[in-house]
T-cell receptor, first 110, second 116 residues
């Protein structure tokens, strides 16, 4: 069974810092990987989707990379803002349904 | 598009009662998923429909859970009878699947279920 691990579980940084969230998965046979944002008590917002043939995707201040062979992905957030505070979830698609990590809870302090 | 729509957003019920959660996927999407999120286990797939047909229901906890998709624009997840351990956030997601392509899944806002 595909296991997805996210490190760290929680992170607190001052506003303006660049930061990296890590995701690892045990089976490299995936179709794609998605990064989501979840605000407290809210649903999931898709941030970036990386297909298995791609190495990275960028959207604004966000950049996600994928290294299938090593089973790793990183989400880079540039110039963090208090509004970035949320839980970030990584999910891989080994078949038709997503396998999720437990998430990294991010707090950006003013 | 309004996105994936779920109702109710919050449900509080007593043990033993029947609970029905509803989902309207994004128009044109042909795959629908029900996931459950708990603190202990995170997000887990309950059931997957493709073209209104249940493909994989291996994640459904037990016979108390059932799901239907009578048409392309509506799905229900029913729990009968409900138990306190069913308390969780239930998400519906949809996607357009064409051939071998695997597109982005879009999630609804979730239904927070509390069983007393």
């Amino acid at each position: 069974k595909q296991e997805v691990t996210q490190i760290p579980a929680a992170l607190s940084v001052p506003e303006g810092e660049n930061l990296v969230l890590n995701c690892s998965f045990t089976d490299s046979a995936i179709y794609n990987l998605q990064w989501f944002r979840q605000d407290p008590g809210k649903g999931l917002t898709s941030l970036l989707l990386i297909q298995s043939s791609q190495r990275e995707q960028t959207s604004g201040r966000l950049n996600a990379s994928l290294d299938k062979s090593s089973g790793r992905s990183t989400l880079y957030i540039a110039a963090s803002q208090p509004g970035d505070s949320a839980t970030y979830l990584c999910a891989v698609l080994p078949g038709y349904a997503l396998n999720f990590g437990k998430g990294t809870s991010l707090l950006v302090t003013p | 598009d309004a996105g994936v729509i779920q109702s109710p957003r919050h449900e509080v019920t007593e043990m033993g009662q029947e609970v029905t959660l509803r989902c309207k996927p994004i128009s044109g999407h042909n795959s629908l998923f029900w996931y459950r999120q708990t603190m202990m286990r995170g997000l887990e797939l309950l059931i997957y429909f493709n073209n209104n047909v249940p493909i994989d229901d291996s994640g459904m906890p037990e016979d108390r859970f059932s799901a239907k998709m009578p048409n392309a624009s509506f799905s229900t997840l029913k729990i009968q009878p409900s138990e306190p351990r069913d308390s969780a956030v239930y998400f519906c997601a949809s996607r357009f699947k064409q051939g071998g392509s695997y597109n982005e899944q879009f999630f609804g806002p979730g239904t927070r279920l509390t069983v007393l």
